[in-house]
């Protein structure tokens, strides 16, 4: 059987839990005891999931080991396995919680990015956390397939004793509350940030944190008017009279007889007309 033991709320506790690493397709039981020193301890088995149980620590700061024991059995027999370790070697906290990562109005090249400590973690006053917080470029063909075999080959989960891998990215490690300003990326590129954790003085960093996505600050676009623009804007308001297509200038030529004078006449009425109007 494959057996896990981890901190990730100390000093209450720890927790134990196992799996078989390929099924057996008969009933099995599973028996896990730990031994601290000399002294057994009570692991409280979770009602869900099934394969875990909870052991509170009842002194701190030893050097004693704790033991810890699975045995599985079934109709073909049975199999055990042992874990040793110290209390320290175990702490591993969850991941910085509610990460929000937003534009600095005004400066292209910030981004301001605050989280909680995970609520596991019962207390952060005493026992405080450091962080490491970690940003890039979103490239699609580099990110576009983020999955947890790629965070746990580059480092991104499981125990690790040094910062987690950048991704060729950029990092930072803050000690000092739970809020960073990045002060170098680019205007107008899109972010993707993710922060992890770990206690002050013991090992392991935590796992990443679910990513969020920010894009720093872009001064809006002004509307800018081209010189043809204006040329066509000037000619569109500028007119000149032109004759109504209904209206026909008189020739006398063509007109016969007496009538000439009375049709030039009207003619020269209806021109003034429109003349009058555009004044």
Same mark, same amino acid.
């Given at each position: ?47 869900f ?29 049975k ?7 110290d209390?320290?070697a ?8 509610s ?31 450091k ?8 490239? +699609? ?14 480092g ?14 950029h ?70 009279f032109?004759p ?16 000439a004078v ?14 009058? +109007?555009?004044?």
């Amino acid at each position: 059987p494959v057996l896990m033991c981890r901190s990730n709320n100390y000093p209450k506790g720890f927790y134990c839990s196992w799996h078989l690493p390929s099924p057996t397709y008969i009933p099995n039981s599973f028996n896990i005891s730990v031994i601290h020193g000399t002294r057994e301890m009570v692991c409280e088995k979770d009602v869900f999931p099934k394969n875990r149980c909870h052991i509170r620590y009842l002194q701190l700061f030893l050097t004693v080991k704790y033991r810890v024991t699975l045995t599985v059995m079934n109709a073909l027999g049975k199999n055990s396995t042992t874990l040793t370790f110290d209390e320290f070697a175990i702490v591993k906290p969850d991941p910085p919680e509610s990460v929000v990562a937003k534009p600095v109005p005004n400066n292209p090249w910030r981004l301001e990015v605050v989280w909680q400590n995970p609520s596991s973690w019962p207390d952060p006053e005493s026992f405080p956390l450091k962080f490491f917080l970690r940003y890039q470029p979103l490239i +699609l063909d580099q990110w576009q397939h983020i999955s947890d075999t790629e965070l746990a080959r580059t480092g991104g989960s499981g125990g690790s004793r040094w910062p987690p891998a950048l991704w060729g990215g950029h990092g930072v490690e803050l000690s000092d509350g739970t809020l960073h300003t990045i002060t170098d990326t680019y205007a107008g590129k899109e972010y993707i940030i993710q922060v992890a954790a770990k206690d002050n003085d013991i090992d392991t960093w935590s796992d990443w944190s679910v990513a969020v996505h920010a894009t720093p600050w872009m001064e809006e676009p002004k509307h800018l008017t081209t010189e043809a623009q204006v040329t066509e804007t000037m000619s569109a308001s500028t007119s000149s009279f032109v004759p109504p297509p209904t209206t026909k200038i008189c020739d006398k030529r063509a007109v016969v007889g007496s009538g000439a004078v009375a049709v030039c006449w009207t003619a020269g009425l209806v021109l003034a007309a429109y003349g009058v +109007l555009f004044i």
